[in-house]
Nanobody, 115 residues
């Protein structure tokens, strides 16, 4: 069972930046997809960004050009650099790993963008 622990959330003003981290408790297969999702109050959980086998990345239209996902296989960690944050980015952000041996979620970290 892979445990995922997110960190880096917090409160920031519009236009600010945050970097989220998600550390896995054990080695994550290089072929696994690592992703960030978010869920705002009253809304469904949505995909924000993912990084798949080979390092290809995919982003939601709402965050393209502002967010960057990356992974460090040596540290079993995936990151989400969030720049030019907007109030509509406010949500709980969840880390997700999908591998041949399972589908794993972190506990979530709150991001609040407000003036």
């Amino acid at each position: 069972q892979v445990q995922l622990v997110e960190s880096g959330g917090g409160s920031v003003q519009p236009g600010g930046s945050l970097r989220l981290s998600c550390a896995a408790s054990e080695i994550v297969s290089n072929t696994a997809t690592m992703a960030w999702y978010r869920q705002a109050p009253g809304k469904q959980r949505e995909l924000v960004a993912r990084i798949i086998d080979g390092g290809s990345t995919d982003y939601a239209d709402a965050v393209k050009g502002r967010f960057t996902i990356s992974r460090d296989n040596d540290k079993n960690t995936v990151y989400l650099q969030m720049n030019s944050l907007k109030p509509e980015d406010t949500a709980v952000y969840y880390c997700n790993v999908v591998a041949w041996y399972g589908n794993f979620w972190g506990q979530g970290t709150q991001v609040t963008v407000s003036s």
